[in-house]
C-alpha cells in the first residue's frame, strides 16, 4: 500500500466553520438540496455547500507542484481527476505541464460547466462508482480529492479497484476522523457524506478492495 501525504490539509484548515450552525439549520432539506450536486451545492447559500467556489489564481499551485514532484509527472505524463468538480488542481497543474494529458470527470454538470475554459474539453459527466472507460494504466496518476466518502460502501469497491486499474499510481483524499470530537463535527458539517470512517477503517478498506496508491484523510477539529 501507499504511504500517508498531506497534500491538501493546509487548504483545508484554512477555512473556519460552524459546526452547530449547520447542524440546527433544518439540515435535512439542506442535505436533499445538497445531493443533487448543481448550483447550490457549489455557488448558492453556505447552508447547501461551499457557498461559493471561485477560482483563486495559484490557490491549488502547492498542491500541484507537490503532485509533480512526488509523482514524476512530466509532459509525456497523463494524469485522471475522479470527481473533478470544477477541476481547478487540473488546471493548476495543466499550467505548470503545458503539454500533460489531463482527464477529469464529475456528476456534477453546473461544476464541469464551471471549470476553466483550457480544460472543459477534457473533462465529462460519469460517476465514480461505475467502470472507467480507460484501459488498464492508462494513466501515470490517477486522483481522487473529497468524492468516494459521497459513496456508499457497497460502491466503494468499483470505485477503488477502478481508480488502481487505470491508473499507475494514485492519491485519494477523503475525510475522516480520529476521535469522538472529530466525529461529531464531522456528522455536523457533512450534508453529501455517505461513509462515515475513521482512518483504521479506511486503511482497512483500502487493503481489503486492493487499492495501493497514497492517500490523505482530512479532519473536522
Known amino acids: 500500500m501507499g504511504k ?5 490539509t493546509k487548504l483545508h484548515e484554512a477555512t473556519n466553520r460552524s459546526y452547530i450552525d449547520r447542524m440546527i439549520d433544518d439540515k435535512v432539506p ?7 450536486y448543481e448550483y447550490d451545492y457549489w455557488d448558492g447559500d453556505r447552508r447547501y455547500g461551499y457557498g461559493g467556489y ?4 495559484g490557490r491549488w499551485k502547492p ?6 514532484e512526488n509523482y514524476s509527472l512530466t ?3 497523463r494524469i485522471l481527476d475522479v470527481g473533478c468538480g470544477k477541476a481547478y488542481l487540473l488546471y493548476e497543474i495543466k499550467q505548470l505541464l503545458p503539454d500533460l494529458e489531463v482527464a477529469g470527470f464529475d456528476i456534477s454538470r453546473h461544476g464541469l460547466a464551471e471549470s476553466r475554459k ?3 474539453k477534457d473533462l465529462f459527466h460519469y460517476r465514480a462508482q461505475d467502470i472507467y472507460p480507460y484501459g488498464d494504466n492508462h494513466f501515470d496518476l490517477v486522483i481522487s480529492l473529497g468524492c468516494l466518502h459521497n459513496i456508499r460502501l457497497h460502491e466503494l469497491q468499483t470505485a477503488l479497484q477502478e481508480i488502481e486499474r487505470v491508473g499507475r499510481q ?3 483524499m477523503l475525510e475522516s476522523y480520529r476521535n469522538e470530537q472529530e466525529l461529531f463535527n464531522l456528522q455536523c458539517w457533512a450534508l453529501t457524506a455517505e461513509s462515515f470512517l475513521d482512518t483504521s477503517e479506511w486503511i482497512w478498506l483500502y487493503n481489503h478492495f486492493g ?3 497514497d492517500y490523505e484523510f482530512i479532519y473536522f477539529e
Open 54 to 57: 471561485k477560482f483563486i489564481e
Open 75 to 77: 509532459n509525456e505524463s
Open 63 to 68: 498542491v500541484a507542484e507537490a503532485m509533480i
Open 170 to 172: 494514485g492519491y485519494v
Open 211 to 213: 487499492y495501493t496508491g
Open 30 to 36: 439542506c442535505i436533499i438540496k445538497a445531493r443533487e
Open 118 to 120: 483550457e480544460i472543459r
Open 4 to 8: 500517508l501525504v498531506n497534500y491538501v
